[in-house]
Antibody, heavy 121, light 110 residues
Framework: QLQVQESGPGLVKPSETLSLTCTVSGGSISSSSYYWGWIRQPPGKGLEWIGSIYYSGSTYYSPSLKSRVTISVDTSKNQFSLKLTSVTAADTAVYYC?????????????WGQGTLVTVSS | QSMLTQPPSASGTPGQTVTISCSGSSSNIGSNFVCWYQHLPGTAPKLVIYGNNQRPSGVPDRLSGSKSGTSASLAISGLRPEDEADYYCAAWDDSLIGVIFGGGTKLTVL
């Protein structure tokens, strides 16, 4: 059974960089046809797609976050990572990593449990 | 359009059928697959419909998806208390070159 799990600091200071890693187990991140994505949910708000990556390194980013986001993949560790720079309180959210089962379509079938990241000094 | 349009709330009594709509445009729903998520507070979202109308393994056939033009719908028949959750639609957008979600619909089982 595939599992994905987020890890990283739960507290980030304003203007600093948020960094999270997603570890994939029970399957290979290098499997063809799958993209791997980051999604977040600010408190009291809906789901927001951040970006997705293929094992080859090909990426798609949300236009509203593109200037601050980098998603990378480490196939040797079966992990992919998120970096979000210059964070503000508006970036406080539960961050999820997930597998897109139909290429880059938004059809995320396996999700991590989510990790709350709070931006505060 | 940066977000698909869903009604903020929906409700029904046990046994009823409830339908949640999702409106988009030619660049997203009109030309790409739609999927639906069920989200309970404190848990990860669960994919309940993908490819417009396909159910992942384990999702009951009481849930069904459909698409027509630039709109999609999720129907839940034989409503049960455990169906009470937030539901989100999502699709790829060719103009934004990315995934967009609907704003979410809170389903209440009365």
């Amino acid at each position: 059974q595939l599992q994905v799990q987020e890890s990283g600091p739960g507290l980030v200071k304003p203007s600093e960089t948020l960094s999270l890693t997603c570890t994939v187990s029970g399957g290979s991140i290098s499997s063809s046809s799958y993209y791997w994505g980051w999604i977040r949910q600010p408190p009291g708000k809906g789901l927001e797609w951040i970006g997705s990556i293929y094992y080859s390194g090909s990426t798609y980013y949300s236009p509203s976050l593109k200037s601050r986001v980098t998603i990378s993949v480490d196939t040797s560790k079966n992990q992919f990572s998120l970096k979000l720079t210059s964070v503000t309180a508006a970036d406080t959210a539960v961050y999820y990593c997930a597998r897109d089962n139909m290429g880059a379509t938004g059809s995320f079938d396996y999700w991590g449990q989510g990790t709350l990241v709070t931006v505060s000094s | 359009q940066s977000m698909l349009t869903q009604p903020p709330s929906a409700s029904g009594t046990p046994g009823q059928t409830v339908t949640i709509s999702c409106s988009g445009s030619s660049s997203n729903i009109g030309s790409n697959f739609v999927c639906w998520y069920q989200h309970l507070p404190g848990t990860a979202p669960k994919l309940v419909i993908y490819g417009n109308n396909q159910r992942p393994s384990g999702v009951p056939d009481r849930l069904s998806g459909s698409k027509s033009g630039t709109s999609a719908s999720l129907a839940i028949s034989g409503l049960r208390p455990e169906d009470e959750a937030d539901y989100y639609c999502a699709a790829w957008d060719d103009s934004l070159i990315g995934v967009i979600f609907g704003g979410g619909t809170k389903l209440t089982v009365l």
